[in-house]
């Protein structure tokens, strides 16, 4: 079910050549293409190839991401955008947005929540669709429980632009954020923190006072009753 890179041969999608030591089956329509089991791999909007959005899941079937964390083509799943040869994506427009989803972080005792089959390109880290958390403030401010609870997000958008006929072009600016979470023993949200710090070069999440002014929040819940509660 895991696999963190296709392309379109043919109309039909494939693993490229670069990543033969696996393999795995897709079904695919004229602009989508699923896992044999079900769960969306890919879709293509646009008659001109706006966007190519490709999809990671867990080995439990949780989705795992979105593209990409950093929104560049050459760690996109799909290499969207990337101008490289025998890329056949090369014509659709880069992400214009990602996000991947925490439910547990590598640790000495977990080998973490995501386990990808091209092991070639998951052990170097700047190849990887979800930059590296471990160690990082989005990890040391999150809190697992390990049942599938979202425990952090990572989000990446591209920043809007205002275009005219003097200015026809822009630079692209990114926006990445995580967003670490904690829960009381009933499972109910009661802290977010997020953070900005993202090393794009190294494609790692940082520590150390990266979190943002102002977009910490505490929830706090009312004793329940023992009539609320069912005991």
């Known amino acids: 079910m895991i696999i963190d890179r296709w392309q379109r041969i043919d109309g039909q999608f494939t693993v490229p050549s670069s990543a033969t030591a696996f393999s795995i089956s897709l079904n695919c329509a004229s602009d989508s293409c699923n896992f044999d089991d079900g769960p969306l791999a890919r879709t293509e909007l646009g008659d001109q190839q706006v ?3 490709d999809y990671a899941y867990t080995l439990q079937g949780w989705l795992k991401g979105v593209n990409s964390d950093k929104l560049t083509a050459s760690v996109d799943m799909g ?4 101008q490289a040869s025998g890329n056949l994506n090369s014509g659709f427009a880069r992400d214009a947005m990602g996000y991947t989803l925490k439910y547990f972080d590598k640790s000495s005792q ?5 386990d990808a089959i091209d092991t070639s390109r998951w052990n170097h880290i700047p190849k990887r669709f979800e930059a590296k958390t471990y160690g990082s403030d989005l990890t040391n401010y999150r809190r697992d ?3 599938g609870t979202v425990t952090a997000v990572a989000t990446n958008i591209q920043k809007p632009q205002a275009y005219s006929e003097s200015s026809p072009t822009q630079t692209s600016f990114n926006l990445p954020q995580g967003t670490a979470y904690g829960y009381d023993q009933l499972y109910r949200m009661v802290e977010m923190k997020a953070f900005r710090n993202l090393d794009t070069a190294t494609n790692t999440w940082g520590a150390m006072f990266g979190r943002l002014k102002n977009t910490m929040e505490i929830v706090l819940y009312l004793p329940m009753t023992a009539k609320e509660t069912g005991l």
Request: aromatic share 20%; proline share 7%; no cysteine.
């Open 79 to 82: 290499e969207d955008g990337l």
């Open 145 to 147: 429980l390990f049942n």
């Open 51 to 53: 966007q190519g959005m």
């Open 110 to 114: 977990f080998p973490g929540d995501y």
